[in-house]
């Protein structure tokens, strides 16, 4: 849902009662205070941890399931507990989609392959706070046309995070993805987005990946949301297997998607699942 700039003044105050309860009855978004922020920080560190953990398993021949193994125990062996597990009745602790899978696979005794691409999705919980992230991997060596495809998808996060600042609205995020991705002569998913997180899963607002500049809510310091573009070589189209849960491209097409966990603050944003792009 999209809101017109309201013009809303953003002065120092942006965490006061009157903000946060206007934000709340508006859009049910909670503004997060220091130590709101704090503890999705270290749930967030813990979160890149993770990836860069996984990044140093991927290889031809390694199962999806060895791969959601070696996030649920690292997890549980700091202290937290993946999110995913039993979310909504997902199965696994980790979400692993390869090559045309464009988000939420299950991890299974599929083998990875030399020119794969695969995406890690980690979600901890820390100490009760939640921070999301995701990158994609190449399996070995993989094909430039493949190479250029992760790397536009990295692009496109970085324009999105670029874009957040106090005053800019959830549109300029998008705008900023979907004009990057679509001058490469890629496709972006429209059905699935960021949202808000830290006290939970899944919070509000939604975070679309394409949109109008100057269109949409308005950021103020406090918000917290993923951005997590998901990016198809092919057409736009997507469909859902029949285990209910792992999106494909309806063409059969790559997909890539990278995710961090943002916070707007009183003079832009700072990522607390940092990791270069």
Same mark, same amino acid.
């Given at each position: 849902?999209?809101? %017109?700039?309201?013009?809303? %003044?953003? =002065?120092?105050?942006?965490?006061? +009662?009157?903000l946060a309860e206007e934000y709340w009855? %508006?859009?049910?978004?909670?503004?997060? $205070?220091? +130590?709101?922020?704090?503890?999705?920080? %270290?749930?967030?560190?813990?979160?890149? +941890?993770?990836? *860069?953990?996984?990044?140093?398993?991927?290889?031809?021949?390694?199962?999806?399931?060895?791969?959601?193994?070696?996030?649920?125990?690292?997890?549980?062996?700091?202290? /937290?507990?993946?999110?995913?597990?039993?979310?909504?009745?997902?199965?696994?602790?980790?979400?692993?989609?390869?090559? $045309?899978?464009?988000?939420?696979?299950?991890?299974?005794? #599929?083998?990875?392959?030399?020119? *794969?691409?695969? &995406?890690? *999705?980690?979600?901890?919980?820390? $100490?009760?706070?939640?921070? *999301?992230?995701? #990158?994609?991997? !190449?399996?070995?060596?993989?094909?430039?046309?493949? #190479?250029?495809?992760?790397?536009?998808?990295? @692009?496109?996060?970085?324009?999105?995070?670029?874009?957040?600042?106090?005053?800019?609205?959830?549109?300029?995020?998008?705008?900023?993805?979907?004009?990057? /991705?679509?001058?490469?002569?890629?496709?972006?998913?429209?059905?699935?987005?960021?949202?808000?997180?830290?006290?939970?899963?899944?919070?509000?607002?939604?975070? &679309?990946? =394409?949109?109008?500049?100057?269109?949409?809510?308005?950021?103020?310091?406090?918000?917290? !949301? =993923?951005?997590?573009?998901?990016? &198809? @070589?092919?057409?736009?189209?997507?469909?859902?297997? $029949?285990?209910?849960?792992?999106?494909?491209? /309806?063409?059969?097409?790559?997909?890539?998607?990278?995710? @961090?966990?943002?916070?707007? =603050?009183?003079?832009?944003?700072? +990522?607390?699942?940092?990791?270069?792009?």
């Amino acid at each position: 849902m999209l809101f %017109r700039n309201s013009k809303l %003044r953003m =002065t120092r105050r942006a965490l006061s +009662s009157s903000l946060a309860e206007e934000y709340w009855k %508006r859009y049910r978004i909670k503004l997060k $205070d220091k +130590s709101a922020v704090e503890g999705i920080a %270290r749930a967030g560190e813990l979160v890149v +941890s993770t990836l *860069d953990m996984i990044g140093g398993h991927i290889a031809p021949g390694i199962t999806t399931d060895a791969l959601n193994t070696l996030v649920h125990d690292f997890t549980l062996e700091h202290g /937290a507990v993946p999110a995913p597990l039993g979310y909504r009745g997902f199965p696994k602790s980790t979400c692993v989609s390869v090559n $045309d899978e464009i988000c939420h696979g299950i991890p299974g005794p #599929r083998e990875l392959r030399e020119g *794969d691409i695969v &995406n890690v *999705d980690v979600t901890s919980i820390k $100490d009760g706070w939640f921070a *999301d992230a995701n #990158r994609t991997f !190449f399996v070995g060596e993989v094909a430039p046309g493949v #190479r250029r495809l992760v790397e536009v998808t990295a @692009q496109c996060l970085a324009r999105g995070i670029a874009a957040v600042r106090p005053g800019a609205t959830l549109g300029d995020v998008g705008y900023a993805i979907q004009t990057h /991705a679509e001058k490469a002569g890629y496709s972006v998913v429209r059905e699935l987005v960021g949202h808000g997180v830290g006290h939970a899963f899944h919070e509000q607002p939604q975070v &679309n990946h =394409t949109g109008r500049a100057g269109l949409g809510i308005v950021l103020v310091p406090g918000m917290v !949301f =993923t951005i997590e573009p998901m990016i &198809n @070589q092919g057409g736009l189209a997507i469909k859902r297997l $029949d285990d209910g849960w792992t999106v494909v491209t /309806a063409d059969g097409s790559l997909s890539a998607q990278f995710e @961090q966990t943002l916070l707007v =603050t009183e003079k832009g944003s700072r +990522s607390l699942t940092p990791y270069q792009l």
